[in-house]
C-alpha cells in the first residue's frame, strides 16, 4: 500500500515536486532532503530505487529481476530508504542543530 513517502518519492522522480516548489517553499525542502538521502545511500540501492518511483507501472518484481537480485533484497532496500528519509523529514533540523552545536564545542 502506497503512503505519503511513496507518493513524495513518485512526485519527486517526476518532476512534480519542482514545480510544486515553486507554489510552496516546504516543497524545496523536500527535494534538498530526497537529494541528500539519495547521496549517502549505496549507490546501487539508488539506482532501483530511482528506476521504481520513475516508473509508476514498475513493480518491485521488476525492478529485482532487472537488477539480478531478490524482491525481497529490494524492498527491504527501500524500508531503509524510506526510514532514513522520514527520519530527516521529520528531525533534520534537530540534526542541523545538534551538529552546530557539537562543532562550537
Known amino acids: ?31 534538498v532532503d530526497i537529494e541528500f538521502c539519495l547521496l549517502v545511500i549505496n549507490p546501487e540501492h539508488k539506482q532501483a530505487i530511482q528506476r521504481y518511483y520513475s516508473d509508476k507501472f514498475l513493480t518491485w518484481d521488476n525492478v529485482a529481476n532487472e537488477f539480478g537480485y531478490s524482491t525481497r533484497t529490494t524492498m527491504v532496500w527501500r524500508k531503509n530508504f524510506k526510514n532514513l528519509l522520514n527520519i530527516i523529514l521529520q528531525h533534520g533540523d534537530e540534526f542541523i542543530n545538534l551538529r552546530q552545536e557539537a562543532l562550537q564545542a
Do not use: C, V
Request: charged share 35%.
Open 1 to 31: 500500500m502506497a503512503d505519503s513517502t511513496d507518493k513524495l518519492l513518485r512526485d519527486y522522480f517526476s518532476g512534480r515536486l519542482k514545480l510544486m516548489s515553486e507554489i510552496d517553499p516546504i516543497n524545496k525542502q523536500e527535494i
